[in-house]
């Protein structure tokens, strides 16, 4: 069974740019989060979508957005790209019968650079 | 608001020491607790859970029991091998945010390093 895939895995961008990444959730699984991982900060949770609906959100601010496919599969984009955005991006995703007990399962994520 | 303390390190020990590595929680619901091991390169992977007080999970050799008298879940492993150096996670997920993958709240992370 295919774990979670992010892609890309490496990304260079320029301040003021735009960014998507994508994240494909195990099969099956119809949650995906988004955490943000810094040295400074440590890993924070920047939203969750169930079902093609956003049903939690985390105290980023509204350039960070994402959505959700049909099929699960998850993109988040960040706009007006800042330096302080270079981070390690991770998408989890979680079986059906989500609740605070089941397990989320993480993907390799992302790296952002931002020069 | 919920949030998790641990020791960042870096904790050096040798190989088939003892480890120990201290978690704290403060939480306005009842949470889960999980513990999660990131390797160099990699994303984060379950290490084990417990979802109510006094519980124990294990995996791995490694052990952590939900305290909630002292708010705690500590991860313990009696003899730590060179492939256990990690960064170690601890997190809690409550009832308000519907758990799971959504609305982890994680620990800074302890960076583990085993010498042979």
């Known amino acids: 069974k295919a774990g979670v895939t992010q892609t890309p895995r490496y990304l260079i961008k320029t301040r003021g740019q735009q960014v998507t990444l994508s994240c494909s959730p195990i099969s099956g699984h119809r949650s995906v989060s988004w955490y943000q991982q810094t040295p400074g900060q440590g890993l924070q949770f920047l939203f969750e979508y169930f079902s093609e609906t956003q049903r939690n959100k985390g105290n980023f601010p509204g350039r960070f957005s994402g959505r959700q496919f049909s099929n699960s599969r998850s993109e988040m984009n960040v706009s007006t790209l800042e330096l302080g955005d270079s981070a390690l991006y991770l998408c989890a995703s979680s079986p059906p019968a989500a609740g605070q007990n089941t397990e989320a399962f993480f993907g390799q994520g992302t790296r952002l650079t931002v020069v | 608001g919920n949030s998790v303390t641990q020791m960042e390190g870096p904790v050096t020990l040798s190989e088939e020491a003892f480890l120990t590595i201290n978690c704290t929680y403060t939480?306005?619901?009842?949470?889960?607790l999980f513990w999660y091991v990131q390797y160099p390169g990699e994303g984060l992977q379950l290490l084990l859970k417990?979802?109510?007080?006094?519980d124990k999970g294990s995996n791995k050799g490694f052990e952590a029991t939900y305290r909630k008298e002292t708010t705690s879940f500590h991860l313990e492993k009696g003899s730590v091998q060179v492939s256990d150096s990690a960064v170690y996670f601890c997190?809690?997920?409550?009832?308000?945010?519907?758990?799971?993958?959504?609305?982890?709240?994680f620990g800074k992370g302890t960076h583990l390093i085993i010498q042979p």
């Open positions: 417990a979802t109510k007080a006094d």
């Open positions: 939480a306005t619901g009842y949470p889960s």
């Open positions: 997190a809690l997920s409550d009832s308000r945010s519907g758990g799971g993958a959504d609305g982890l709240t």
